[in-house]
């Protein structure tokens, strides 16, 4: 099995093999030129790992992880391809209330789709933060909008190389895959479809 796993990591990463980097052994290691890349050594061997778009390494935490707020950087969060083609996520209704759900609606770019990505693991936005109604992560949940409560679980997420978003063991999905004005975003097992690749597009 480990076998097979580093044969299809040699074999996706072998373009972007990195060249200068002596592994000091076999794990994942800051890329002291680039933070929103890292190391991934296997058997001796260096591969440049690019970190989701919008992350950055931390090598403490061996993960790609959100920036800090205090860059005040905000993304739109988008799937089905870019703020054109695609939808995205955005505050039912407009006004950043308790309870509020998230859906997805076309890219206009207001300030009810300005997300911020903290450093704590939360999705922030209006003053507001992401949050799993009673932390219950079941198929089909809502998401919506509560208040901040550092470190809680029900407000980490993460997100993976897929560009799926993780929180509580499932991920941030779009019902039956569809892209469209007004479909609530809901939890669900996590899979390989597109509804479920989010693409960070920084304003
Ligand atoms: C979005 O994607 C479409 C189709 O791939 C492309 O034609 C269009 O130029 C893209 N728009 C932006 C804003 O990137």
């Known amino acids: 099995m480990k076998g097979i796993l580093i044969a299809v990591l040699l074999c996706v990463s072998l373009k972007s093999m990195a060249l ?6 076999d794990g994942l290691f800051l890329n002291s030129e680039d933070k929103h890349s890292y190391f991934q050594c296997a058997s001796g061997t260096a591969f440049l790992m690019p970190c989701p778009s919008g992350l950055v390494w931390d090598q403490s935490s061996h993960v790609c992880e959100w920036p800090s707020v205090q860059a005040s950087q905000r993304f739109l969060i988008v799937i089905g391809g870019n703020t054109t083609t695609g939808k995205c996520l955005d505050i039912a209704g407009g006004d950043a209330v308790l309870h509020a759900q998230i859906q997805l609606f076309r890219c206009h770019g207001k300030q009810n789709q300005q997300f911020e ?77 597109a509804s479920q690749r989010f693409t960070l597009v920084p304003l």
């Open 20 to 25: 200068g980097f002596v592994c000091p052994a």
């Open 117 to 193: 990505l903290n450093h704590d693991g939360s999705i922030r936005i209006m003053g507001k933060c992401l949050d799993i109604p009673d932390s219950r992560a079941i198929d089909h949940q809502s998401i919506q909008l509560f208040h901040c409560r550092s470190a809680q679980e029900n407000q980490i997420f993460t997100i993976d190389g897929e560009n799926r978003i993780h929180v509580m063991g499932k991920c941030l999905d779009v019902p039956n895959g569809q892209i469209v004005n007004n479909n609530p975003l809901q939890l669900f097992r996590c899979h390989d479809q």
